[in-house]
């Protein structure tokens, strides 16, 4: 079974510098889905950023930019010229990309605290 | 932009009461998902529905639960004989084809007393 696990229960960072949240997995497949999703305080999940495995190159979202390493099975975000409205909640997940792999498989997530 | 559309966003209901939480998934799409959050913690696969039955479920998705698409647009979720550790947020998603971005509805936060 696929786990994922986010290291950083919380972080914290002063508004208009950058932020790296950390997420590591575990899996067998070749092929899977990565993904970011934000969750404010409303409880909404919100999709912030997306990687396809078979991508060597690192997904990109305005202010927002993935470090992907395959061989380390790490897949960390980095958020730029951090906003206020970037506190919430990050969960990390993972999805496989073979028949039947339709669920996402969530880290625990990290709180993130932005300071004015 | 599309949207993932849950029903009720809060509910409260007493303890052995049958619950139905109701979702408009996005038109084109095709598989659809129940998961649950407790607060404070992760969030957890439920079930997914593709072809008008269900693909895959985990072991928290027991025979107290139900999920059905009764028509062309709506994608339920029934809770039998609700429990306390039922109480939970219960997030709808869908996504067009298996290997595509899972989109959330915002929510239907579920109390039961």
């Known amino acids: 079974a696929q786990t994922v696990t986010q290291s950083q229960p919380e972080m914290s960072v002063q508004e208009a510098e950058t932020v790296t949240l950390s997420c590591t997995y575990d899996?067998?497949?070749?092929?899977?889905?990565l993904f970011w999703y934000k969750q404010p305080p409303s409880r909404q999940m919100i999709l912030v950023i997306r990687?396809?495995?078979?991508?060597?190159q690192n997904a990109t979202e305005n202010r927002f930019s993935v470090n992907f390493q395959k061989a380390a099975k790490s897949f960390s975000l980095k958020i730029s010229d951090s906003q206020l409205g970037d506190a919430a909640m990050y969960f990390c997940?993972?999805?496989?990309?073979?028949?039947?792999?339709?669920?996402?498989?969530f880290g625990k997530g990290t709180k993130l605290s932005v300071i004015p | 932009e599309p949207e993932v559309t849950q029903t009720p966003s809060h509910q409260v209901t007493q303890m052995g009461q049958e619950v139905i939480l109701r979702c408009v998934p996005i038109s084109n799409h095709l598989y659809f998902y129940w998961y649950r959050q407790i607060l404070g913690q992760k969030v957890e696969f439920l079930v997914s529905?593709?072809?008008?039955?269900?693909?895959?479920k985990s072991e928290i998705f027991d025979d107290q639960f139900s999920v059905e698409r009764p028509d062309g647009s709506n994608f339920t979720l029934k809770i039998r004989s609700t429990k306390l550790e039922d109480s939970a947020m219960y997030f709808c998603?869908?996504?067009?084809?298996?290997?595509?971005?899972?989109?959330f509805g915002e929510g239907s936060w579920l109390t039961v007393v």
């Open positions: 899996t067998s497949e070749s092929d899977y889905y």
């Open positions: 998603a869908s996504t067009q084809t298996g290997g595509d971005t899972i989109y």
């Open positions: 997940a993972y999805k496989g990309s073979g028949a039947g792999s339709y669920q996402l498989t």
């Open positions: 529905f593709y072809n008008n039955e269900i693909s895959e």
């Open positions: 990687q396809e495995a078979y991508k060597q």
